[in-house]
């Protein structure tokens, strides 16, 4: 029998909402599109910009940043 163990690491990250937005801004598409990209809602894409969600995964970041073509500089010490 398979087993996933899921390894969780906090980093805090001073105005990633607002990087979010601006690269977003920048990239002119259309959140709908982004958050598709991303593997992620509509909803959820905007609750992070808008500073409304505490957390958010790892994959969703990495989603971000592969939707939009950047990298937030979010890193992670283990």
Excluded: C, H
């Excluded at 601006?22 to 991303?38: C, F, I, P, W």
């Excluded at 969703?60 to 950047?70: D, H, M, P, Q, T």
Aim: glycine fraction near 8%.
């Amino acid at each position: 029998m398979l087993m996933n163990v899921v390894r969780q690491i906090k980093a805090t990250v001073p105005d990633l909402s607002q990087k979010i937005k601006e690269a977003r801004e920048k990239d002119g598409r259309s959140v709908q599109v982004l958050a598709t990209l991303a593997g992620i809602s509509t909803a959820y894409w905007y609750q992070i910009e808008q500073g409304k969600r505490q957390w958010i995964s790892e994959d969703s970041l990495r989603g971000i940043e592969k939707a939009l073509g950047v990298d937030l500089g979010v890193r992670f010490n283990d």
